[in-house]
Structures are given as structure tokens and as C-alpha cells.
């Protein structure tokens, strides 16, 4: 999508109705390139209208994401800086792999408005239909793989801080890679990686959220949206830009060491330490108290016999 295009869209957002003429001086281009980029524009599913008077006017914008939307809100200086949006594919995580084994450079966004094989940890089903927020970013930080877990910390306090900060909802995260509304799942995070072995090569994080889409009954009882918290639907695409925004920030404090500060803030926003807890991993289920983060990002249990320190699994707060 090419900037005129872009601006446009902006200047019909910015007057209720502009004319031809206004457009063509703003942007100097001609008022036959215009009309061609409105027909453009309503195919990707903008409603715009046209008066002989008064100019065009945009009804409305499309459902889904569109590139030139993100491209207009997005306040990120890296994050984002290549976008490449799919209307399906079958992971965004897959999709993203790819391209970073080409060499995709660092903050490229990958974002479907449907996946048909979304991913979970351990191959399990992620679903995401239309109407969610399914992408996946790459990174190429610097840290050993020992520190991917970081990473996530970094996209999980993103995650809650852009829902908290546009809704009045109170996200909290468990660890190590769900965030919960009223105790239920809104969004899975699913970090993936290549390394040397003190190396990353790159790492892929996926994201996952459920905003105005469906979910099917079977989720229900543990899973909720956005939409559903607050009974109404959300601005996905103001969304997205305050999460790449925060996860951009968070990021670079990791980047510069800043450990402690992402630990803090995690821990600011996690409902996790303090709670009773038991984690299942692939060797045995731990039950104790949650009480702390380790240095990588494990999580610390206190049992009857004594500390443990795990790397990853799935917990249920008891
Ligand atoms: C996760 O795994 O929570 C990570 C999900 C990451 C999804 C993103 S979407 C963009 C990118 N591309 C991908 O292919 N994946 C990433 P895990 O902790 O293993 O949780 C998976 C479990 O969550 C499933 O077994 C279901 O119980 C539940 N689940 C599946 N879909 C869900 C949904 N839409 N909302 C809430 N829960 C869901």
C-alpha cells in the first residue's frame, strides 16, 4: 500500500466530508489518481461516499486491520517498521520463521486477520478467527537463550499495560505466558526461537488476543475477549499500536540490561507470586506457594520440601 493511499485515508478521517480538489492540493497529485485510489480503497472494504458538492466522506473503515491503518496510528521507531499483513494464514509464528531465516530485519510485523493452524505451547491449538489480534513479531535480541524467557516477560507487560491503560479492565499476567481477565484467558503469548549455543539467532513472539472475535463454547468457561469484558468492541488497531509501543520500550530496557525493571513491572502486573499454585511440567507437578522469579524468569515454588525452580509448565492457582 503506497503512502498516498495512506494519506488519503487520513484526510478523509480528519474532515467529515473533503473535496477532490482539497485532497489534490494537500497531497499534489492529480483528482483522477484520487478517484483511483478511492476504488482501491473501497475494495479493501473503506465505505466512502462522494457528493458532486460537498467531496468524499468515509463511512466507515474496514473490519478487519488494514496495513495503511496501522502504518497511520503506529508510534514505534523500530517495531513495525516492515508490516506484512495476511488476511489468513496458517501461523503467524510459522509465516514469521521464514522470513527471519531469510533475514527478515528485527520489529518486522507479521499480522493475519485469521489463522487457520494457530499454535499454542507443545503443538496445542490456538483459535483465531477473524476479529482477534494474531501476530507475531521478530526479534533478535541480545541475550543468551538461557534469557528468551525475558523476551515474553517483555511482551506480556506490553499486553497488559496497552489493555489497562485503554480499558478500564484490570489484566493480570500468569505465568509464564497467559494474560487473564477475571481469571480468564484473553491472550496467549508463544515464544519461539533459533539459537547458537550462547547465541539467539532470532526469536519469533507470537501473540494471541482475543478482542471482538468469537470463541467457541468449549472455551468459555476459561477463555473470555475483550469485547465480552466490556460490552462493546475495541479500537484493535489503537490496540495493537500500544502494545508494540510498551513491548518496544520494555524491549529496549532488556536490551540495555535493565532486568530488574522488566522483573518489577511483571511482577506489578502478574497475579502469580503469592499464590498458591500447582504446576504440571513434563517431569512432575509441583504444588506450593509461588514466591518469586528466578534470574532467567523461572518461577520459584515454595514446598513442603523446600524451594523449587521451574523453567516452564502450566500452573492452576489453587
Ligand atoms: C498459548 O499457548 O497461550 C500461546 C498462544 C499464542 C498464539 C499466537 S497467535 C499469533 C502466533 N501464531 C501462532 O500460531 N501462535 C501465536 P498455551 O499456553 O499452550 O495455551 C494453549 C491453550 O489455550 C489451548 O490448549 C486452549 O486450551 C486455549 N486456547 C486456544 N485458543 C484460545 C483462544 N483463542 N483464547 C483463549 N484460550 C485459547
Known amino acids: 500500500m503506497t503512502q498516498t493511499i495512506i494519506d488519503i485515508v487520513e484526510l478523509l478521517k480528519k474532515y467529515d466530508w473533503i473535496s477532490g480538489e482539497n485532497i489534490a492540493s494537500q497531497l499534489h497529485i492529480s483528482r483522477t489518481a484520487i478517484w483511483k485510489h478511492i476504488q482501491q480503497l473501497k475494495k479493501k472494504g473503506y465505505q466512502i461516499t462522494a457528493k458532486p458538492n460537498k467531496g468524499y466522506h468515509l463511512l466507515k473503515t474496514p473490519d478487519t486491520i488494514t496495513t495503511e491503518e496501522i502504518k497511520q496510528v503506529i508510534k514505534t521507531k523500530h517495531f513495525a517498521s516492515s508490516i506484512h499483513h495476511l488476511p489468513i494464514v496458517s501461523s503467524t509464528n510459522d509465516y514469521a520463521k521464514t522470513l527471519a531465516k531469510k533475514g527478515e530485519p528485527e520489529g518486522s510485523l507479521i499480522i493475519a486477520d485469521k489463522q487457520t493452524g494457530g499454535r499454542g505451547r507443545k503443538q496445542r491449538k490456538w483459535i483465531s478467527p477473524e476479529k482477534g489480534l494474531w501476530f507475531s513479531l521478530i526479534l533478535r535480541p541480545k541475550l543468551t537463550p538461557n534469557d528468551a524467557m525475558l523476551t ?35 491472550c496467549g503469548i508463544l515464544t519461539e526461537l533459533s539459537a547458537e549455543i550462547d547465541e539467539i539467532t532470532y526469536l519469533i513472539i507470537g501473540i494471541g488476543l482475543n478482542v471482538n472475535n468469537k470463541i467457541p463454547n468449549e472455551l468459555k468457561e476459561k477463555s473470555t475477549t475483550l469485547k465480552q469484558e466490556i460490552k462493546k468492541p475495541v479500537d484493535s488497531v489503537l490496540l495493537l499500536s500500544s502494545i508494540l509501543s510498551s513491548f518496544e520500550y520494555f524491549y529496549q530496557e532488556l536490551n540495555n540490561g535493565n532486568i530488574l525493571k522488566i522483573k518489577d513491572t511483571w511482577r506489578s502486573y502478574s497475579s502469580t507470586i503469592g499464590s498458591k499454585v500447582t504446576v504440571s511440567t513434563e517431569k512432575e507437578v509441583v504444588t506450593g506457594v509461588a514466591v518469586n522469579l528466578g534470574e532467567h524468569g523461572e518461577l520459584i515454588v515454595k514446598t513442603n520440601l523446600g524451594e523449587k525452580k521451574i523453567l516452564t509448565g502450566d500452573i492452576s492457582y489453587l
Open 152 to 186: 515474553t516477560m517483555c511482551a506480556a507487560c506490553a499486553v497488559t499495560k496497552a489493555i489497562s491503560e485503554l480499558t478500564t479492565l484490570k489484566p493480570r499476567i500468569k505465568w509464564p505466558n497467559d494474560i487473564l481477565i477475571n481469571g480468564k484467558k484473553v
